[in-house]
């Protein structure tokens, strides 16, 4: 039977009770006395220099307070990069200085040029009509593989715009080529990973406040991690230490990865409010998010995959172009390489693998971790190659698979990219999806399709992604800049009631349902007892953030380690309070029993003694019932599933219609089953969204073409069929004390090669063996008419 | 967006090429022009109103005559800010030649937008682009034509002949269907005000 509380239970979200009624509040929903208003002159060309910026005839507009251009700014540090990639000869990256406003140069359509302050919003913005820029045009450079040759240089002090070139790993190279050349059969595919605009219904925004009394500045903004943005906002460009600056994320309408980095508005918003004395706000507008918010993707990729006589994967060598876009956002090096690299043994035995990583800088808009940030990348190339691969041979892809899956009695798992699986059982969710989505009745369903002159077609994909990132000592040994630890405070009030601080962030994910779920589990109450506090660096302790599926494994285990002390010291002064040894004091259900007696106390009895400790163990105990707690990860964790999905594909159109998707996740314990399926959901919206319809294009001249909803087309309710979602193949993370792995990212990671395998399963037999994402009607048709010639 | 075309302009050459380097003519032709004024001697200072999709803009900017051979080609550029709305430029090559019906004109045009315009515009901007071409050479024409009456009538048709034969045959064929959706459209509308 279903619980009805605690872990386990589909609690329903107490945050959709603000949410749903408009009371939830946004950094634009807070208007702080005599705020400013702000508003960013962009360049509207991709690349060129700066001739002439003259702010004097709009500086004397109505309502303006003030205009800052790079100069003004000379003494504040770029936007730093949190991240350093080492390339294969040893040397680091090449990190170019990414300035607040532009300095010079202008290096993408959007790269802000100034910044007016003024009364209100739109005589900031008249007023920025009225700035003479003038910007004498370079070469844009749009495409990676021209970029290369150098001819035109995003950064002057970059050659060939090459931020680095990666192998991994470097002591397979010979082996891999070896093994490639020697091989039975040889699977070769390219491919490209369309680059997606992150679209969170909340648009990013940001209001700086400085108070001259106290020296402490305020800034308030749309971010998924308000500790690590006070770190590097504060340590790398404004030089604030931590006890100067607070930074409040409160409620915030969806992230996606696009609002984990350190942005520049943030950091001219906190600047300006103490340069001209008053509070600053800026909110971006629906273009402006598409112009400055991180993107996501955008690999091109060979992908070679060698097999046996037997059909056993021997090697995998793989070489991507990877558009970093104009300037470095703060984890991008990190995605093609560690987050990428790392995963393409996939779900496979695969002993030999090989990948070489090309960084390249564009004059587009940074680019940055998407909803699954590399990992969807190594499992698209990955999926589609061993579908590919299996069509050659004749094989069942499913068979295939199954044949080179890691044996369930194989973990843990050392890979030969360095990461070790903790645990899984891949044949468990294959097997699952296949039977839910009634593989067995496929052909029937085909051959009625057939009959009303439709393709059908059934595509699989098995994943595996590296969540609740990670270990600090391994991601320190391959270039992060930062811990990846998560605090908690659980403060046990004098009644009783529960107040938790955790460092993650919630931006849709559901934490103040989850993680009071867990809490009230752990003690024995009711889940309204408990209270959790995120999002304000000075109410909660520390933390790291809300991003990689990271939430419940990492901050959830901070929150359990915290609890578990309280339990501790709850246990001693029940023992006090009942005379009797503390080992001998057993606690479930809220009650502190002797054991073997029936002498019990309740939860608030202790609580209170220890805020009124008139009978205590004062020598030996301190008062008070509160515990913090840094829960760093002994590794991470390694979601993994089959996702099945079957596709009606018109030939004389080329639309493609999702008839049925199949998602069998292994997500771990569950704690909050309905929440889990909404963040499958979410996830498979974006990766079928990516597959079938989103595309950031940007023409030769580096303008971003899909910059508007009328061009960039998000996927609609109507889009898909109800999914189909399961998570009852259960391997338990082996090394979080709740034994969760993630779910966030899975959806975004295992659907794309799932449809695309499905189209191209429908298409086989017109010969199609690959069609770029997203798959719109022009190209399917396009790829049927040429298949045909 | 590249775009090219022809137009044959029944004047002598010498009369188009001093159209094409004239403001006033200029003025005319170019779509939504509102102001063009001579800078220098191969210069002009202009100021365009124009709509694309959803973004409207005066294009404040200078178009700028060169390659120039006298009585024969130039090329015209123009780049046009807009402020808010981003940019506009475009330019094009043309050319005159001789024909015993008076001079040919051909172009090769191209056009680029930036900013707002090509983030909500992109997709509109090649036929608009197309639309602007055809505008300005089509007005062009008449400007240096001349009303019609004016001109040596049965040259001009003899000159027009492929078109005109084609052009009724086209209007016959439009005319066609729509005679029996008026019938049909009458009779309805008819019920319903009873008559």
């Not at chain 1, 699989?460 to 609740?468: K, P, R």
């Not at chain 2, 775009?3 to 002598?12: K, T």
């Not at chain 2, 294009?59 to 015209?76: Q, R």
Request: hydrophobic content about 40%.
């Amino acid at each position: 039977m279903p619980k009805d509380h605690g872990i386990g239970a589909s609690s329903k979200r107490r945050e959709d009770i603000r949410f749903l009624t408009g009371k939830g509040q946004y950094t634009d929903d807070i208007n702080r006395p005599g705020q400013l208003y702000c508003h960013f002159l962009r360049s509207d060309v991709a690349h060129g220099r700066i001739a002439k910026l003259d702010t004097a005839a709009a500086a004397a507009m109505p309502g303006v307070v003030a205009i800052h251009t790079a100069q003004d700014l000379a003494a504040v540090g770029g936007v730093p990069c949190g991240w350093q990639v080492t390339d294969k000869n040893g040397e680091a990256m090449k990190e170019p200085k990414h300035p607040i406003l532009a300095e010079g140069k202008v290096r993408h359509v959007g790269d802000p040029v100034a910044a007016i302050l003024a009364e209100s919003l739109e005589q900031a913005q008249d007023a920025a009509e009225a700035i003479e820029l003038e910007i004498e045009e370079l070469p844009a450079v749009v495409d990676m593989k021209a970029a290369l040759s150098g001819e035109s240089l995003v950064h002057d002090d970059v050659p060939g715009n090459l931020c680095f070139d990666w192998e991994f790993v470097q002591e397979n190279k010979d082996a891999v080529a070896e093994a490639i050349a020697g091989a039975a059969h040889v699977t070769r595919l390219e491919l490209v990973n369309n680059r997606l605009v992150a679209n969170p219904m909340e648009p990013r925004a940001a209001i700086g406040e400085y108070d001259a009394a106290r020296d402490e500045h305020t800034l308030w903004t749309t971010s998924q991690n308000p500790h690590v943005i006070r770190l590097l906002m504060g340590a790398f460009v404004l030089s604030i230490p931590e006890h100067k600056l607070r930074v409040v994320a409160p409620d915030v309408g969806g992230g996606f990865g696009s609002k984990i980095y350190h942005y520049a508005e943030e950091a001219y918003v906190t600047w300006a409010a103490k340069a001209v004395g008053r509070p600053v706000k800026w909110t971006a507008s629906r273009s402006e998010a598409f112009l400055s918010d991180a993107q996501g993707r955008d690999h091109v990729t060979t992908i070679e995959l060698a097999l046996d006589a037997e059909h056993n994967f021997v090697a995998l060598r793989c070489h991507t172009l990877a558009n970093m876009g104009a300037y470095l956002s703060t984890f991008a090096p990190c995605i093609p390489t560690w987050l990428h690299g790392t995963l393409l043994a996939g779900n496979y035995r695969t002993p030999l693998i090989f990948t070489n990583v090309q960084a390249i800088f564009t004059n587009t808009v940074p680019v940055d971790a998407y909803r699954g940030a590399g990992r969807p990348e190594a499992t698209f190339q990955l999926e589609r190659v061993i579908d590919k691969a299996a069509r050659e041979l004749g094989l069942d892809p499913a068979e295939l698979r199954r044949k080179n899956f890691i044996p369930p009695d194989a973990f843990p798992y050392q890979t030969p990219v360095a990461v070790q699986y903790d645990t899984g059982n891949y044949g468990a969710t294959l097997d699952k999806a296949l039977e839910m989505a009634d593989a067995a009745g496929f052909a029937a369903r085909k051959a009625e399709s057939a009959a009303r002159g439709k393709l059908r077609g059934f595509g699989l994909a098995s994943y595996i992604e590296a969540c609740g990132i990670a270990p600090s000592s391994l991601v320190g040994a391959l270039g992060a800049r930062a811990g990846l630890y998560e605090a908690a405070t659980v403060r046990v009030n004098p009644t009783g009631s529960i107040s938790v601080f955790t460092g993650s962030h919630s931006h849709g994910q559901g934490h103040e349902t989850t993680f009071a779920q867990v809490v009230a589990d752990m003690l024995g109450c009711d889940e309204g007892q408990v209270d959790i506090v995120h999002g304000d660096t000075n109410r909660v302790p520390f933390g790291m953030g809300t991003y990689g599926s990271r939430s419940l494994a990492v901050g959830g285990s901070a929150i359990v380690k915290s609890v578990e002390k309280i339990v501790a010291k709850a246990k001693k002064i029940a023992a006090h309070l009942l005379e009797a040894a503390e080992g001998d004091i057993q606690f479930a259900d809220g009650q502190f029993t002797v054991a073997g007696t029936d002498n019990a106390l309740g939860w608030g009895d202790v609580c209170l003694a220890a805020y009124v400790p008139h009978k205590y163990p004062i020598e030996e105990l301190e008062p008070g019932l509160e515990e913090t707690s840094f829960y760093d990860p002994a590794n991470f964790t390694y979601p993994a599933g089959a996702y099945v999905c079957e596709v009606e594909v018109d030939p004389e159109t080329g639309r493609v219609e999702v008839q049925n998707f199949v998602a069998a996740d292994d997500f771990g314990n569950v704690v909050n089953p309905m929440i889990v399926e909404g963040q499958v959901h979410g996830g498979l919206a974006q990766g079928l969204g990516q597959a079938l319809l989103e595309n950031a294009v940007y023409d030769a001249e580096g303008q971003l073409a899909s910059a508007s909803y009328m061009d960039y087309a998000m996927p609609r309710a109507a889009d898909f069929p109800s999914f189909a979602v399961d998570h009852s193949c259960v391997t338990p993370c082996t090394h979080n004390p709740l034994g969760v792995k993630g779910c966030g990212e899975a959806g975004a990671i295992g659907s794309p090669p799932a449809l695309v395998n499905a189209v191209i399963d429908a298409l086989s037999e017109h010969g199609v063996s690959h069609i770029d994402m997203p798959l719109t009607p022009t190209r399917v048709w396009e790829a049927i008419q040429a298949a045909k010639a | 967006m590249e775009m090219s075309g022809e137009r044959v302009i029944e004047a002598p050459r010498d009369q188009v090429w001093a159209a094409l380097n004239d403001p006033e003519v200029l003025k005319a032709c170019i779509p939504g022009c509102q102001e063009l004024e001579k800078t220098s001697e191969t210069g002009f200072a202009a100021t365009v109103k124009q709509k694309v999709g959803p973004v409207s803009a005066t294009f404040k900017g200078a178009v700028e005559l060169t390659d120039i051979v006298p009585g024969e080609s130039y090329t015209i550029a123009g780049e046009g800010k807009g402020g808010a709305a981003g940019f506009a430029k475009g330019g094009a090559k043309v050319h005159l030649s001789d024909l015993p019906e008076g001079t040919k004109l051909s172009y090769e045009a191209e056009a680029k937008v930036g900013g707002k315009l090509a983030q909500l515009g992109s997709r509109l901007i090649d036929g608009f682009a197309k639309k602007m071409a055809d505008q300005f050479f089509d007005r062009f024409k008449a400007e240096v034509e001349g009303p019609a009456e004016t001109r040596n009538g049965t040259d001009a048709d003899a000159a027009n002949a492929p078109d005109a034969a084609e052009a009724p045959a086209e209007a016959a064929k439009a005319d066609a269907a729509p005679v029996v959706a008026p019938e049909k459209k009458k009779s309805w509308l008819g019920r319903i005000i009873g008559s």
